[in-house]
DNA sequence: CTATATCAGAGGTAT
DNA sequence: ACCTCTGATATAGGT
């Protein structure tokens, strides 16, 4: 909550005790005191926010755009105190649902359940009827246009799972089968049909991109974690990236299907990816496997083929010393059953060769290991190369290889240096700049927090003392039986006798990487009364920091938060740490408009509503408030957008005959190294007695204006 | 923890 | 039909 120009130096704020001296996990000085007072913040005078008129909430020029945000009236979150409210949806599939809800129709047993292509004919790519359920009907261009290219094997989806069923069911083992493509389809109904209408438009843009990858990444986290709660001991390797990544193709829903040489729409330079198929729905790059994205010698208008994109990931002998320079294989010579041989000058080294000669540019990715999931990969979206120069030579192997040199076309934001420039701090090869504090958590966290400012001449925040969670976790009534659990080896996936999956719908709320599987209202995690490990993936928010995060002083915010590693979508990135209050209390610092570190849960925010089910989300058993002005984390740190990329989440603890409450923070998209992390504040309409309108100044194209 | 092995895969191009 | 700088899991090796 550092958004306002030296807002973090209250009236009381004794320039001079800015970084004063504490014990452990209190921020430490490191540099005398400013004695030039014109260095320090704005005082308190006047008033330092600009006010937007009521009649305006909306900057003239931006309209306010509904259909994919709540509108406030709409999303207005209850203030009632309904502790055991958490009423059924109604919506075809709620965000979490006991496997047992998928059992598939017997309607559906037809061999062909889920899949549009055959009947093609009558319905091509709407998203009903196929899987046997009386859904409405949301009517989706079939992207391909062509329904019987591809005849593939349908083997029956049916899983059999063996297990009690969830509470309520009895203990019985039953045969459960679940369909996934029924459960891919009960997904997308649910998602609001004007974002399919974003999506589809030929020219892709920021917000067609965006949604492709929220759906894909909802789909592929649901259909993984029904996988594994129903795999039997025997079942093989299980990729639910492909199976989403189908889903999507055969719906259509997909941005820039068409395939174009030079800048795709709505992706941006520096953007990062986890999975091949993401790079492939967002139109960036095509093959879910090979390296080179090529138009062939039909699309292209001349009789040659064109190179469009490469990824380069480590697959062969790419030499990427340089940040804006790569020598990059062609593809072949490798076979697996035929053994290495020489590479030809055909396809994709072909277009690369013709790219070449007539100046064409092509995208380059870089794939790279990711460092917090040592056995996946990241891919940045690095710009435009230029070819520059093509020949063949001798691999390790013997054969012939063909290289091309690419360097990196000038007046690109920054992308893949970022990551290297990061590596080098890691490394210690080139030190950070700017640094005031190497940590300003003084050891309260694993991995040190540092403050920085290349900015300007500020030298730090407000005095606070840092402390790594929560303080008085607030009790709730339990929403059901508050006993915990009793897997001694952590909870796993597919015990449905387990309390803490039963009251997360079945499932346990995170993946075997760490993500949320789903962004439901509340998370249960276990808590002080389960008898599982800390490891257990149900304490995912316990662990503590992950990233190395670092404040750093804002072009115009005040002080921002941001990571040196990238954060892929869904994961825990911090709670919010601070001192509860309660209501009285609250409206009192509100009054005062002193406390610029207030977590409100009641406040409204506006959440992309590519779900609508999320609109009622997050249901918080009762309001929360937390103040992180004396005492805090680095979430206190982290400013407020219209466009966040990161979303706080209720955390439920089981506790005795009670429940700790905690706010939670998580990545709603992938975000690259160094990009600062903002989530949104929400409003407080009608304002509290003394609370003042803030601008803001996100710069969002769907800024609301304001923040409060 | 890092390296290597294994293998079922996907869309796209070419046949 | 053929190709391919995947990705999850298993196993072996190293520190």
């Given at each position: 909550m550092e958004?306002?120009?030296g ?6 704020a004794?320039?001079?005790r800015?970084?004063n ?5 209190t921020?430490v000085?490191?540099?005398p005191?400013?004695s030039?007072?014109s ?9 330092p926010f ?9 900057p003239?020029g931006?309209a306010?755009f509904?259909?994919f945000?709540?509108s406030?009236?709409?999303q207005r ?5 309904a ?6 949806r ?16 017997i309607?559906?047993t037809n061999g062909?359940?889920g899949s ?11 998203l009903?009827g196929e ?9 989706l261009?079939d992207?391909t ?8 094997k349908?083997r029956?989806?049916?899983k059999?799972?063996?297990?009690a069923?969830?509470a ?5 083992a039953?045969t459960?089968?679940v369909d ?10 649910t998602?609001n049909?004007m974002?399919?209408?974003?999506i589809n438009h030929?020219?892709g843009s920021r917000?067609?991109?965006s ?20 795999k039997?001991a025997?079942?093989g390797?299980k990729r639910p990236?492909l199976?989403a990544g ?5 719906k259509?829903v997909?941005?820039n299907?068409k395939?174009?040489i030079g800048?795709v729409?709505?992706?941006d330079?520096?953007d990062?990816f986890y999975f091949r198929?993401e790079?492939?729905l ?6 879910s496997m090979a390296g080179?994205d090529?138009l062939g010698s039909?699309a ?8 469009v994109?490469i990824?380069?990931?480590g ?9 804006d320079v790569?020598i990059?294989s062609?593809?072949g010579g490798?076979?697996r059953d035929?053994?290495a041989s020489d ?6 080294n072909?277009a690369?060769?013709?790219s ?6 092509v ?7 990711d460092?917090?999931h ?5 891919y ?9 120069d093509?020949?063949?030579?001798k691999?390790?192997s013997?054969f012939?290889v ?9 007046g690109q ?6 990551w290297?420039?990061v590596q080098q ?5 080139v030190p950070?700049?700017g ?6 958590t003084s050891?309260g966290?694993k991995?040190p927090v540092?403050l920085v ?5 500020e030298k730090?925040?407000?005095y606070?003392?840092y402390?790594?969670?929560?303080k008085?976790?607030?009790?709730v009534?339990?929403?059901e039986s508050s006993?915990?659990?009793?897997c001694?080896?952590?909870c ?7 309390p803490c ?7 346990l709320p995170?993946?075997a990487?760490?993500l949320v599987a789903d ?11 389960c ?6 993936r149900?304490r995912?928010?316990q ?6 995060l670092?404040v ?7 002080w921002g938060l941001r990571?040196w590693?990238?954060i ?10 601070g001192?509860?209050i309660?209501?009285?209390?609250a409206?009192m610092?509100f009054?005062?408009?002193?406390d610029e ?13 590519v779900?609508?089910?999320?609109i009622?989300?997050p249901k918080?058993p009762?309001?929360?408030y937390?103040?992180?002005k004396n ?12 466009s966040?990329n990161?979303l ?5 603890r089981d ?7 905690h ?6 998209r992938?975000i690259?190294p160094?990009m600062?992390l ?6 407080n309409l ?5 609370q003042r309108?803030?601008?803001c100044?996100c ?5 609301r204006?304001?923040?409060?």
């Amino acid at each position: 909550m550092e958004h306002n120009l030296g807002q973090e130096s209250g009236p009381g704020a004794d320039k001079s005790r800015v970084l004063n001296v504490k014990p452990l996990r209190t921020l430490v000085p490191v540099f005398p005191s400013p004695s030039n007072p014109s260095s320090s913040s704005t005082p308190q005078g006047g008033a330092p926010f600009v006010c937007v008129s009521p009649a305006g909430p909306f900057p003239s020029g931006v309209a306010p755009f509904y259909p994919f945000f709540v509108s406030p009236e709409s999303q207005r979150l209850s203030e009632q105190h309904a502790p055991n409210a958490t009423p059924q949806r109604a919506t075809p599939i709620s965000t979490a649902v006991p496997i047992n809800s998928f059992k598939t129709p017997i309607a559906a047993t037809n061999g062909d359940v889920g899949s549009s292509r055959k009947n093609k004919g009558s319905r091509g790519g709407q998203l009903t009827g196929e899987d046997g359920y009386d859904n409405e009907v949301i009517d989706l261009e079939d992207g391909t246009g062509d329904g019987s290219s591809k005849q593939r094997k349908k083997r029956g989806r049916a899983k059999r799972a063996s297990g009690a069923g969830t509470a309520g069911s009895g203990a019985s083992a039953v045969t459960i089968e679940v369909d996934l493509d029924a459960v891919a389809n009960d997904i997308l109904q649910t998602i609001n049909p004007m974002v399919f209408d974003v999506i589809n438009h030929p020219d892709g843009s920021r917000d067609s991109v965006s949604f492709t990858l929220m759906i894909y990444e909802v789909l592929r986290r649901k259909l993984g974690q029904i996988e594994e709660s129903t795999k039997d001991a025997n079942s093989g390797a299980k990729r639910p990236d492909l199976k989403a990544g189908t889903v999507m193709m055969t719906k259509g829903v997909r941005s820039n299907s068409k395939k174009r040489i030079g800048i795709v729409p709505g992706v941006d330079v520096g953007d990062i990816f986890y999975f091949r198929f993401e790079m492939c729905l967002v139109g960036l790059h095509s093959p879910s496997m090979a390296g080179i994205d090529y138009l062939g010698s039909k699309a292209s208008q001349e009789e040659e083929p064109l190179a469009v994109s490469i990824v380069s990931s480590g697959g062969y002998e790419d030499n990427t010393d340089d940040g804006d320079v790569l020598i990059y294989s062609g593809q072949g010579g490798v076979n697996r059953d035929k053994g290495a041989s020489d590479q030809k000058l055909e396809r994709g080294n072909l277009a690369l060769e013709k790219s070449m000669h007539r100046g064409n540019d092509v995208r380059v990715i870089r794939g790279l290991k990711d460092v917090m999931h040592p056995t996946g990969k990241v891919y940045v979206y690095d710009g435009m190369y230029r070819i520059q120069d093509s020949w063949v030579e001798k691999a390790k192997s013997g054969f012939n290889v063909f290289k091309y040199k690419l360097v990196r076309v000038q007046g690109q934001p920054a992308a893949y240096t970022i990551w290297k420039s990061v590596q080098q701090w890691t490394d210690k090869s080139v030190p950070r700049t700017g640094v005031i504090l190497p940590d300003l958590t003084s050891g309260g966290e694993k991995v040190p927090v540092c403050l920085v400012n290349d900015v300007d001449n500020e030298k730090g925040p407000a005095y606070f003392t840092y402390i790594p969670t929560l303080k008085n976790p607030r009790p709730v009534a339990p929403l059901e039986s508050s006993a915990g659990c009793s897997c001694i080896g952590g909870c796993q996936p597919g015990n449905f006798n387990c309390p803490c999956i039963q009251k997360n719908g079945g499932y346990l709320p995170y993946s075997a990487a760490g993500l949320v599987a789903d962004l439901k209202s509340v998370i249960h995690e276990c808590g002080p009364s389960c008898q599982c490990p800390p490891t257990c993936r149900s304490r995912v928010s316990q662990g503590g920091l992950k990233f190395r995060l670092e404040v750093f002083r804002t072009n115009n915010k005040g002080w921002g938060l941001r990571s040196w590693d990238a954060i892929r979508a869904g994961t825990f990135i911090c709670e919010y740490a601070g001192e509860v209050i309660d209501n009285a209390r609250a409206e009192m610092l509100f009054a005062e408009n002193d406390d610029e570190y207030i977590f409100d849960s009641t406040r409204i925010y506006q959440q992309l509503e590519v779900f609508p089910a999320d609109i009622e989300a997050p249901k918080i058993p009762s309001p929360l408030y937390i103040t992180a002005k004396n005492e805090g984390n680095v979430a206190r740190f982290m400013n407020h957008s219209c466009s966040p990329n990161v979303l706080w989440r209720p955390i439920v603890r089981d506790n005795k005959n009670e429940s700790d409450l905690h706010i939670a923070f998580f990545a709603i998209r992938h975000i690259p190294p160094m990009m600062e992390l903002t989530y949104d504040y929400g409003t407080n309409l009608p304002l509290k007695a003394g609370q003042r309108k803030k601008k803001c100044l996100c710069g969002s194209v769907r800024c609301r204006g304001y923040f409060c």
